[in-house]
């Protein structure tokens, strides 16, 4: 692919990718076109999105692109078998692969596509003022992973899924996010990329036995009870996951310190990580 020629101001975009999607809405565009899947996971985050057509994102309609008559065209890197199609409906772009954890890459991407790098650029300087405020509040009692202060606290992040518990280690979103708080985590979740793949899991995350539900104590745990997709009801689960032994058994349960927050703990964009900040104020800050 040669080099892509965007406008620098465009009017009607189609995006394909859910991340570009958040990052797009993040800085104030809304697409004419996305997929049903991404817009529905989006509103829990932003609202009634109205006015965007549906084009599936596997698989999108070629003939319901060019009808649309896009200025661009967002798309993913696994779109390269019919980029020379979408191209000669508008100039394309295909966003990069890329982990959860490089959201901050993902958004600048999205932000130079777009021309808007100084919207980009409000967007992060205000989320790094939340923080500096949110650590100001704070002080160490967060911040410091070797416990050499009594008030260290550390802060646990797991996933109920319908096939496992998961845990978010620190190259995920919103072990990304906990760093950039000065938030100490549990060994568990302090793992690299290579070793939580080679506990079978992704880069940023793995799978828990039963045996090893240990692994998510810490002195406070956000859990995330709420299906990514919106597709699921995980209430069973939790209550399956409340009777296990083992669970009544960790410190952080018997505390009273485990606190279900939303899908966006595991999402993508800037959006979804100041929800994650105002969890974090809620209830890091609020109630000391």
């Known amino acids: 692919?040669?080099?892509?020629?965007?406008?620098?101001?465009?009017?009607?975009?189609?995006?394909?990718?859910?991340?570009?999607?958040?990052?797009?809405?993040?800085?104030?565009?809304?697409?004419?076109?996305?997929?049903?899947?991404?817009?529905?996971?989006?509103?829990?985050?932003?609202?009634?999105?109205?006015?965007?057509?549906?084009?599936?994102?596997?698989s999108p309609s070629i003939e319901k692109v060019l009808f649309l008559k896009p200025d661009l065209i967002l798309g993913m890197h696994f779109h390269q078998d019919i980029y020379p199609l979408l191209s000669h409906i508008a100039p394309t772009v295909l966003a990069p692969p890329g982990a959860s954890g490089a959201w901050k890459e993902s958004f600048a991407f999205t932000a130079s596509v777009l021309g808007k790098t100084k919207t980009a650029?409000?967007?992060?300087?205000?989320?790094?003022?939340?923080?500096?405020?949110?650590?100001?509040?704070?002080?160490?009692?967060?911040?410091?992973?070797k416990r050499e202060r009594l008030n260290t606290t550390l802060v646990s992040v797991a996933e109920l899924r319908t096939d496992a518990l998961w845990l978010w280690a620190k190259a995920s979103f919103s072990g990304v996010i906990l760093k950039d708080a000065g938030?100490?985590?549990?060994?568990?979740?302090?793992?690299?990329?290579q070793a939580t793949l080679s506990l079978g899991g992704g880069p940023a995350a793995y799978a828990l036995s039963e045996e090893l539900l240990s692994e998510l104590d810490g002195d406070?745990?956000?859990?995330?009870?709420?299906?990514?997709?919106?597709?699921?009801?995980?209430?069973?689960?939790?209550?399956?996951?409340?009777?296990?032994?083992?669970?009544?058994?960790?410190?952080?349960?018997?505390?009273?310190?485990?606190?279900?927050?939303?899908?966006?703990?595991?999402?993508?964009?800037?959006?979804?990580?100041?929800?994650?900040?105002?969890?974090?104020?809620?209830?890091?800050?609020?109630?000391?």
């Open 121 to 145: 650029q409000q967007v992060m300087d205000n989320y790094y003022a939340r923080l500096k405020q949110f650590k100001a509040k704070m002080g160490d009692a967060y911040g410091n992973p």
């Open 1 to 58: 692919m040669g080099k892509t020629i965007v406008p620098a101001h465009p009017q009607r975009v189609v995006v394909l990718s859910g991340d570009c999607l958040e990052n797009a809405l993040a800085l104030g565009i809304k697409p004419i076109a996305a997929s049903k899947s991404f817009v529905s996971q989006l509103q829990r985050l932003v609202g009634p999105l109205s006015g965007i057509e549906d084009v599936d994102w596997l």
């Open 183 to 193: 938030v100490a985590r549990p060994y568990s979740q302090t793992l690299d990329s």
């Open 220 to 288: 406070i745990l956000f859990l995330v009870s709420e299906d990514v997709l919106g597709k699921r009801d995980l209430h069973s689960i939790l209550e399956q996951l409340k009777a296990k032994p083992l669970w009544s058994k960790l410190k952080v349960v018997q505390q009273k310190k485990v606190h279900e927050v939303g899908f966006y703990w595991v999402q993508f964009g800037p959006l979804a990580a100041n929800r994650m900040i105002d969890d974090l104020e809620q209830y890091l800050v609020k109630q000391q």
